[in-house]
């Protein structure tokens, strides 16, 4: 049975302009999230230089290892959820960050590539435990947040992804200063970081939360595989997540073409950051009473199909230097407000289409199956882009997708 919905319509409710205060394991939660990232961008930015050239791996070996790291937690995220549902959020949260601390330790002793493989796929798999569990709990507080009028949950969710952009713009900047020394102070200051959140969460996350019903963890994944709805989103957003990964594959290109190098990557996604972290909250609270769910969604993916197209018609011009980074840095914006329309909703959504007592199995699955999405789709962008059509047909094409997925957003 699923969880009753508690309306995709986002009404003004009693209390509902935003000053009511959040609940202290809301606001622990929101925190865990900036934490996390700091420490976990503090190292991973670093990696592949790393790899490459400290340790003098191939290229091939170096993506095989990064490639790996990504499956350990995204293809995992389901296990982790399943486990919260099972055992609470408390242990999974705890034992992630002990797993966590063992493996940013271990990688930066790490001289062999036998050991580099175990550390990540422990690094990974430390993710895929506490993340879903701590993202699940978010949106069942958020939904509780919400039908005491407290306000949308929505608004809930988008604090939740700008305290993790937040730490994703922060952590690296911790990490460029300390590699200063060496990558094995980085690494350990990572660790350092996931002790302190270790002690934290061992001293105030609750043993048991008022409201959270423990289920068995089997018989949660037949009726999750016939749930349309729900497949039926994590389609939606697994296109979503392909989009935004071409920040890392198709952008890069783009840069390198129209600037000669890739220098002003940086500069692009320092922009994406900033405004994630400063528009993130108001756009949210713009949207909240005016869009429903599907409707949010459905303007953030055609946002994001509007910046691909914005390349694709100024391709052909082939403009370079500053007149050729304008369609990057335009297709830059349209997809961060694309996905400060598409993120906090697709979460805030889960709760409306999960079976009851499985909020950790959805919201992990949600991830997993977006993630096995990305992972194919990846591969075949990386063949569309290297085939030799016409520049602008990989771009039109990369824009059909998110359009296209507007038509599998559930409907009420």
């Known amino acids: 049975m699923t969880s009753p919905s508690i309306g995709l319509r986002r009404k003004a409710l009693p209390g509902a302009s935003g000053r009511t205060r959040l609940s202290p394991l809301l606001r622990l939660l929101i925190l865990t999230q900036l934490a996390f990232n700091i420490g976990f961008f503090a190292v991973l930015p670093f990696l592949s230089e790393h790899l490459g050239q400290a340790m003098g791996m191939a290229g091939w070996l170096v993506g095989l290892v990064l490639g790996l790291r990504t499956f350990s937690q995204q293809g995992l995220f389901v296990v982790g959820g399943a486990l919260a549902d099972r055992y609470g959020i408390r242990p999974v949260v705890l034992a992630g960050c002990v797993l966590r601390i063992a493996g940013f330790a271990w990688l930066g ?14 690094i990974g798999f430390a993710a895929a435990l506490f993340s879903p569990a701590v993202e699940s709990e978010v949106a069942r507080q958020a939904v509780a947040w919400e039908s005491t009028g407290g306000g949308s949950r929505t608004r809930v969710l988008a ?10 713009f922060v952590g690296p900047l911790l990490g460029a200063l300390l590699l200063t020394l060496d990558f094995r102070t980085v690494c350990l200051a990572g660790a350092g970081i996931f002790v302190l959140v270790l002690a934290g969460h061992a001293w105030l996350l609750p043993q048991r939360i008022p409201g959270r019903e423990r289920v068995q963890v089997r018989g949660g994944v037949g009726p999750l595989l016939r749930n349309r709805r729900f497949l039926a989103l994590c389609c939606a957003y697994g296109a979503y997540l392909l989009a935004y990964n071409q920040l890392y594959l198709a952008l890069p290109d783009e840069v390198q073409r ?14 994406s950051s900033l405004l994630v972290v400063t528009a993130q909250l108001p756009v949210t609270r713009w949207v909240g009473d005016r869009l429903t769910l599907r409707r949010s969604m459905a303007t953030g993916l055609l946002l994001i199909a509007a910046g691909f197209a914005v390349v694709a018609l100024a391709r052909p011009a082939n403009w370079t230097d500053t007149a050729g980074l304008l369609p990057a840095a335009g297709f830059v914006v349209l997809l961060t407000f694309g996905q400060m329309l598409v993120a906090p909703v697709a979460r805030a959504w889960v709760p409306d289409l999960a079976e009851e007592g499985r909020l950790g199995l959805y919201t992990g699955a949600l991830s997993s199956v977006s993630g096995l999405i990305v992972l194919v789709g990846s591969a075949v962008t990386g063949m569309l882009l290297d085939s030799g059509l016409p520049a602008a047909v990989p771009w039109l094409v990369l824009a059909a997708l998110p359009a296209a997925a507007v038509g599998l957003l559930p409907r009420r």
């Open 258 to 271: 129209a600037a000669g190098s890739q220098a002003p990557l940086a500069w692009l996604f320092a922009l």
């Open 159 to 168: 604090l939740f992804t700008v305290a993790g952009q937040a730490g994703a």
């Open 109 to 122: 002793y790490a001289e062999k590539t036998w050991s580099v493989i175990g550390a990540v796929l422990l």
